[in-house]
């Protein structure tokens, strides 16, 4: 494409030509003859400095933020904000695949994942192939590719759009998180269906406060286009405050009868979920493996989108009993060891409070063991509010690591246990470790909740990521365990 083609409707200043370009990136490593670069800033590198090596390598045009270039040979185009810059011709380059495509976007703090595969799920079951994007990966229904991110840059957010297009797949479902919301990563995707499971605490070492953390939430819905469709959860507060914002058609859902779509009854078990919900006025029998109440706020968001995207409710009833799990959300990890072994990817406050009140709820009678870390360079002040979660709901909490990143693994600890007002509790360092002692301690009457990591199969410690799964340990000690005996 030429590079003026790719600059259509974007403000800039600076000279261009008739030049065609075959790529675009930012990250210098990547670039080829042909490629444009564009010079974003990162949190620990700026772009501009990577200029000259863009250059080197083949750079056919340069997309800077306005400051001094002493670049001469090729096209250095100037704008106010290059990763807004980047959103647009990154569309324009891929052809906006958006637009000719039906897209689900969703967002909120926690639940964005299940929510997501159970969407894509339903569209798939009714006829609809359909791609996913989000914290599992890039999924197609060919297959599944690791993306590293919950929303990748824009670039890679138009090119796997293109991809599905250019596959005869006119369907997508996306996990848009707040920073993709903050960094422009989706401002060039035309969203049909915007979904809003809920807000509580995350993220506060990036947004600082949770007026800023709900603001990039909220850009999502503003966005949205007279004839587009938002699903608000209207059982939240910033829900309500979402619903008084947006200008396009609006579905509510909830727990309350004056929602669109909420539960008549439902029953909820170690096994699963069963309910009646009312869609409109329609009244409509569910089954799911999806443990808990939290679940069933995803299955009835999923509900919602289905409704908005015309699926029938027999084929929404349909889709959602066939809907197996998502992987490391409530996932019990079968092994020949007593007891019930679970892994969530809960990370903030309120997913704990989910997670181990549902426990609580489920299986009063059961000691409960929770085993958890907090992630290092993240919102240190949510790490004592979870170990006070974790103790108030369990028989005993064992404390590890759980990607420290750059930070000292004993400060994040002394931090967490600020949160414990009794000694019952455990610190092992090694996660690998604390879960092979939290398991040695099960009888057939007790229930491990391994919190954090989920599906992740990695430990990042000091820069460096170290192969790590939580369910894979537990299989190979759960079953070396039992051969033993």
């Known amino acids: 494409m030429k590079l003026k083609d790719m600059l259509k409707n974007l403000k800039y200043t600076g000279k261009i030509d008739e030049r065609e370009i075959n790529g675009i990136t930012h990250d210098s490593r990547k670039v080829k003859d042909g490629t444009l670069f564009v010079a974003i800033k990162g949190q620990n590198s700026d772009g501009y400095e990577f200029i000259p090596s863009a250059i080197e390598r083949g750079a056919s045009a340069i997309i800077a933020n306005g400051r001094t270039t002493k670049i001469t040979g090729i096209p250095v185009v100037h704008v106010a904000d290059t990763r807004e810059a ?3 011709v990154a569309a324009n380059f891929y052809g906006r695949p958006s637009e000719d495509m039906s897209i689900v976007g969703i967002t909120g703090t926690n639940g964005k994942t299940s929510t997501c595969k159970l969407i894509a799920h339903l569209l798939q079951e009714n006829d609809s192939p359909c791609g996913s994007l989000g914290t599992l990966g890039f999924s197609t229904p060919s297959g599944i590719m690791s993306t590293g ?3 990748p840059e824009s670039v890679e957010v138009q090119q796997m759009l293109n991809f599905l297009k250019s596959s005869g797949i006119n369907h997508a479902v996306l996990e848009i998180s707040s920073h993709a919301l903050e960094m422009h990563r989706v401002d060039d995707v035309q969203v049909d269906v915007a979904v809003f499971t809920h807000l509580s605490q995350d993220h506060l ?14 850009k999502l819905f503003t966005q949205l286009r007279p004839e587009s469709t938002a699903i608000i959860n209207m059982d939240d507060k910033y829900g309500k405050k979402i619903i008084k914002s947006v200008k396009s058609k609006i579905i509510t859902y909830g727990f309350n009868d004056t929602a669109d779509i909420y539960p008549l009854s439902y029953a909820l078990s170690l096994t699963g979920t069963t309910a009646h919900i009312s869609i409109d006025g329609k009244e409509i029998e569910i089954s799911s493996p999806l443990i808990g109440k939290f679940n069933l706020y995803n299955i009835l968001a999923s509900i919602a989108s289905a409704h908005a995207l015309e699926i029938s409710p027999l084929g929404i009833a349909r889709a959602i009993e066939s809907f197996s799990k998502v ?11 007593p007891g019930t072994i679970i892994i969530d990817y809960a990370h903030t ?7 181990l009140s549902t426990i609580q709820e489920l299986s009063s009678e059961k000691k409960v063991y929770t085993l958890f870390g907090c992630g290092g360079n993240r919102d240190q002040s949510k790490r004592a509010l979870m170990t006070s979660i974790a103790e108030k709901y369990s028989d005993h909490v064992f404390v590890t690591s759980d990607n420290p990143r750059n930070e000292k693994l004993d400060d994040i600890i002394s931090q967490m246990c600020e949160g414990f007002t009794e000694a019952d509790h455990s610190i092992i360092h090694n996660r690998v470790d604390a879960i092979e002692k939290a398991m040695s ?3 057939e009457n007790s229930i491990l909740l391994v919190l954090g990591k989920g599906h992740d199969d990695y430990e990042e410690i000091n820069g460096q990521k170290h192969l790590h799964s939580d369910s894979k340990t537990i299989s190979e000690f759960g079953n070396a365990s039992s051969d033993s005996e």
């Open 86 to 88: 980047m959103s647009h």
């Open 205 to 218: 070492d990036y947004h600082e406060n949770m007026e800023n953390y709900f603001q990039a939430k909220l």
């Open 327 to 337: 992987s490391g959300r409530m996932e019990i990890i079968p092994t020949q060891s």
């Open 149 to 151: 991110f919950t929303t």
């Open 441 to 443: 301690r099960m009888d």
């Open 349 to 355: 406050p309120d997913a704990y409070e989910n997670v």
